[in-house]
């Protein structure tokens, strides 16, 4: 997995100092990854935020409850399959993501069964994404 070849589009702001101060210390460890934030409103105008903003190269990658649950090394093998492809991985607001959206969506995944704020998505998503990484380079980072 490449970080620079990934972006998380994600809806709304971070509005906690402990939960930017995690993202922060992950996106130093993985260059090039960029998080673009979206102004929040309602789904339908989210979702024409998020359409705007995606490159025609990107895959997306839409976070949300009812997507693939992958514990963290099928998680690290899922995104080595990608190769090179550049990934946009989107994170709804408050309501989710418009039916549309979920349907276009080369992947859909989950982080847990489980619903959380947006922000803290954002905080257990480029975790994983270092996790991912550090699996696939042998870190001793990820011990199971």
Not at 4 to 15: D, E
Not at 24 to 50: C, F, H, Q, V, W
Not at 52 to 66: F, G, N, V
Not at 109 to 133: G, Y
Request: charged share 25%.
């Amino acid at each position: 997995m490449n970080p620079a070849r990934c972006r998380i589009l994600a809806v709304g702001k971070v509005r906690r100092g402990w939960i930017q101060d995690g993202i922060d210390l992950y996106l130093k460890r993985l260059p090039g990854l960029t998080i673009s934030e979206l102004r929040d409103s309602n789904p339908d105008k989210e979702a024409d935020a998020i359409r705007a903003a995606l490159r025609p190269d990107e895959t997306l990658i839409a976070l949300m409850e009812q997507g693939d649950t992958l514990a963290s090394v099928p998680f690290a093998q899922r995104l080595e399959q990608f190769g090179n492809q550049r990934l946009a991985f989107v994170i709804g607001g408050a309501d989710g993501l418009t039916a549309e959206l979920k349907a276009q969506a080369q992947w859909r995944l989950s982080l847990s069964p489980m619903t959380f704020p947006h922000e803290l998505a954002r905080l257990m998503l480029v975790e994983q994404l270092f996790r991912a990484q550090a699996i696939v380079q042998g870190s001793p980072y990820h011990r199971a």
